[in-house]
C-alpha cells in the first residue's frame, strides 16, 4: 500500500508521512531519554549554556585546521544555520596565532536565482557573503587561508567536487531545518517513480553535490529566520553538498540550538538515527549509516513536546 499523503505539502514526501507511532515515541522523549540515545558512532551531548554551545561548535574549527600541514592539507565544511559560530572562529584563529596557509574550507550550500545561476555575494540572502563577513574577512592578514582553498558550490559543480579529492574533511557541520535536512539536501517531491514510496537510502545516498528543488517548508523556514517571513525574496533551488561528499567526512556534526527546528524535531531525528531507522522522508535519518555522527544540543532549546494553547 502507498504510504499516506503529506500533511504539510501533499506533492512531497516529508516527515508526516511516517507511522504516527514513530513520530509519538520521538515527542515523548525527555532530555534525559534523548542524552540516552548515544550508541558506537552516535554521540549525543548537551550544552548548558548557549555561550558553552557556540564555543563548542567554534572550537572544531580550530582543532581540525591545527592539523593541517603541507602534506596534509585538513578542512571543515560549515554551515551558514547556525552562524553564531563564525565571528567566535575568527577571533580564536587571531588569539592563537593560527595560520591557515594548508586549511580549507568548503561551504554547503548556496541560492540559485530565477537566471539559473548560483546568486551573486551582493544577494541579501548570499551564504557565501555570510561566510566571509562574519568569519574569513575578520582574519589577521598573514593568517587568512589562501583563496584558493575557500570551496564554494556553484552551480557547475565540477570544481567544487574536485576540491574534495586529496584534502581530508575531518569535519561537516551542520543544523537541521524543518524538514529535518543536513545542507538542503531536502526529501523529494512525491512524482513519478516515487509516488507510492520516497527513494531508497540507497538511492539518496548516491547524490552528490548538486542544484534541488526546495521542499515549502524549508522556503518557508529560511523566510521566518533570514528574511523577516519575506518568503517572496527566497529562491526557491539551491546548490548544495550531497549525501556522497557527506559521507567523505571523517565526522557529521550537528548542532541543535533550538532556532532552527523544533522540539519534535530534534527529538524524531536522534531517535532515528540511535535505532538505525533510515527514510529519505526524513533525510537526516540517513546519518545512522555514517560511522561517526554527534548531536550537539542547548538543552535550553529542546523545549517540550506538551500541548500549549498560545
Known amino acids: 500500500m502507498p504510504r499516506k499523503l503529506s500533511s504539510i505539502a501533499?506533492?512531497?514526501?516529508?516527515?508526516?508521512?511516517?507511522?504516527?507511532?514513530?513520530?509519538?515515541?520521538?515527542?515523548?522523549?525527555?532530555?534525559?531519554?534523548?542524552?540516552?540515545?548515544?550508541?558506537?558512532?552516535?554521540?549525543?551531548?548537551m550544552y548548558d549554556t548557549l555561550e558553552d554551545f557556540y564555543l563548542a561548535e567554534?572550537?572544531?574549527?580550530?582543532?581540525?585546521?591545527?592539523?593541517?600541514?603541507?602534506?596534509?592539507?585538513?578542512?571543515?565544511?560549515g554551515p551558514i544555520g547556525p552562524t553564531e559560530q563564525l565571528p567566535l572562529v575568527a577571533r580564536l584563529v587571531n588569539e592563537l596565532g593560527?595560520?591557515?596557509?594548508?586549511?580549507?574550507?568548503?561551504?554547503?550550500?548556496?541560492?540559485?536565482?530565477?537566471d539559473g545561476r548560483e546568486v551573486p555575494t551582493d544577494h541579501p540572502l548570499s551564504f557565501e557573503r555570510a561566510d566571509r563577513e562574519l568569519c574569513f574577512d575578520r582574519i589577521t592578514p598573514g593568517q587568512t587561508m589562501p583563496e584558493k582553498n575557500l570551496h564554494f558550490p556553484k552551480v557547475d559543480t565540477t570544481a567544487y567536487r574536485e576540491s574534495w579529492d586529496g584534502?581530508?574533511?575531518?569535519?561537516?557541520?551542520?543544523?537541521?531545518?524543518?524538514?529535518?535536512?543536513?545542507?538542503?539536501?531536502?526529501?523529494?517531491?512525491?512524482?513519478?517513480?516515487?509516488?507510492?514510496?520516497?527513494?531508497?537510502?540507497?538511492?539518496?545516498?548516491?547524490?552528490?553535490?548538486?542544484?534541488?528543488?526546495l521542499h515549502p517548508i524549508t522556503l518557508a523556514q529560511n523566510a521566518r529566520t533570514s528574511g523577516g517571513g519575506n518568503i517572496t525574496m527566497v529562491p526557491q533551488r539551491a546548490v548544495t553538498v550531497g549525501p556522497v561528499e557527506t559521507w567523505q567526512s571523517e565526522k557529521v556534526s550537528i548542532?541543535?540550538?533550538?532556532?532552527?527546528?523544533?522540539?519534535?524535531?530534534?527529538?524524531?531525528t536522534a531517535l532515528m538515527i540511535s535505532n538505525g531507522i533510515t527514510d529519505s522522508s526524513v533525510p537526516m535519518s540517513l546519518l545512522a549509516d555514517h560511522p561517526n555522527v554527534q548531536f550537539n544540543y542547548y538543552r535550553g532549546g529542546l523545549g517540550t513536546c506538551d500541548v500549549e494553547m498560545h
Not at 17 to 28: G, Q
Not at 255 to 268: F, I, S, V
Open 58 to 77: 567554534a572550537l572544531e574549527y580550530i582543532h581540525a585546521w591545527r592539523e593541517a600541514t603541507a602534506d596534509n592539507p585538513v578542512g571543515i565544511c
Open 255 to 268: 548542532w541543535h540550538a533550538g532556532a532552527h527546528d523544533n522540539p519534535l524535531g530534534q527529538r524524531l
Open 167 to 213: 584534502v581530508r574533511c575531518a569535519v561537516m557541520q551542520g543544523g537541521q531545518g524543518d524538514i529535518k535536512h543536513w545542507a538542503f539536501n531536502d526529501p523529494l517531491r512525491r512524482e513519478g517513480e516515487y509516488i507510492d514510496a520516497p527513494l531508497t537510502p540507497e538511492e539518496y545516498r548516491k547524490l552528490t553535490t548538486r542544484v534541488v528543488e
Open 10 to 45: 501533499p506533492d512531497w514526501w516529508d516527515y508526516t508521512t511516517l507511522e504516527d507511532d514513530l513520530i509519538s515515541d520521538a515527542a515523548a522523549l525527555t532530555p534525559s531519554d534523548i542524552q540516552q540515545l548515544s550508541r558506537p558512532g552516535f554521540r549525543v551531548v
Open 98 to 114: 593560527l595560520s591557515l596557509q594548508h586549511s580549507h574550507f568548503w561551504g554547503m550550500d548556496e541560492w540559485v536565482g530565477d
